[in-house]
């Protein structure tokens, strides 16, 4: 079981929007605004997505947006492509522990 | 552009140490930064395990403390971990990762692509 709560899977077409959430408590989610996405493609590295809630590192596309609502934390990914098939991943800091904590991941599925 | 490479044995015996080294290329571990392991056991969640300031300073998992060793070689740009004592729940894929303070919060920027160790007889 993992610390954050993500949907085991989305799917979408492509050029259409979906949305993944990750839902902590006010210890972590909704306290700290230190949650960051990742991408996985199988066998690949990890990929920093989203940081800070909101902001994109340099280099990622403005197709993908962050953002949070009490506990709960969303990437958008808008104009779906084939290439965004892929494992995504949230974390986020906690003050019970003062680590870093990370959902399950969620599979996307372009369709 | 950073990179890091992770490397050591796929298979290890219960009760021996797993041990496993980064190797990071495209920055200077002595630039600055936390350098770190996460793993990941089938079916579970991400584990963040420990990080290393390329001064030697450690920071490790609570959980995990009393098996964990991180050591840092700037001269190779490279950092290592070892895990003592490891059981079947301590196969997973491990990952290095470099992250901007001692315990990660803001999470992880760069990654290496994992290595799956295996714990077994």
């Keep these: 079981q993992s610390a954050l709560t993500q ?23 909704g306290f700290y605004n230190y949650v960051s996405w990742y991408q996985r493609h199988p066998g690949k590295a990890p990929k920093h997505m989203i940081y800070d809630v909101s902001n994109r590192p340099s280099g990622v596309s403005n197709r993908f947006s962050g953002s949070k609502s009490g506990n709960t934390a969303s990437l958008t990914i808008s104009g779906l492509q084939a290439e965004d098939e892929a494992e995504y991943y949230c ?17 996307l599925t372009v369709l | 552009q950073v990179q890091l490479q992770e490397s050591g044995p796929g298979l290890v015996k219960p009760s021996e140490t797993l041990s496993l080294t980064c190797a990071v290329s495209g920055y200077s571990i002595s630039s600055g930064y936390y350098w770190g392991w996460i793993r990941q056991p089938p079916e579970k ?7 290393i300031y390329h001064t030697g300073s450690t920071y490790y ?4 403390e009393s098996r964990v060793t991180i050591s840092v070689d700037t001269s190779k740009n490279q950092f290592s971990l070892k895990l003592s004592s490891v059981t079947a729940a301590d196969t997973a ?5 470099r992250g901007e303070t001692g ?12 290595t799956l160790v295996t714990v077994s007889s």
Excluded at chain 1, 8 to 25: D, E, L
Excluded at chain 1, 95 to 103: A, E, H, K, P, R
């Design chain 1, 91 to 107: 974390s986020s800091h906690t003050s019970i522990t003062n680590l870093v904590i990370f959902g399950g991941g969620t599979k």
């Design chain 1, 7 to 29: 949907p085991a899977s989305v799917s979408g077409s492509p050029g259409q929007s979906i949305t993944i959430s990750c839902t902590g408590t006010s210890s972590d989610v």
């Design chain 2, 61 to 64: 998992n609570p959980s995990l």
């Design chain 2, 103 to 114: 315990t990660m919060v803001r999470g992880p920027d760069y990654w290496g692509q994992g």
């Design chain 2, 45 to 51: 969640g991400l584990e963040w395990i420990g990080s």
């Design chain 2, 93 to 97: 894929v491990y990952y290095c990762a």
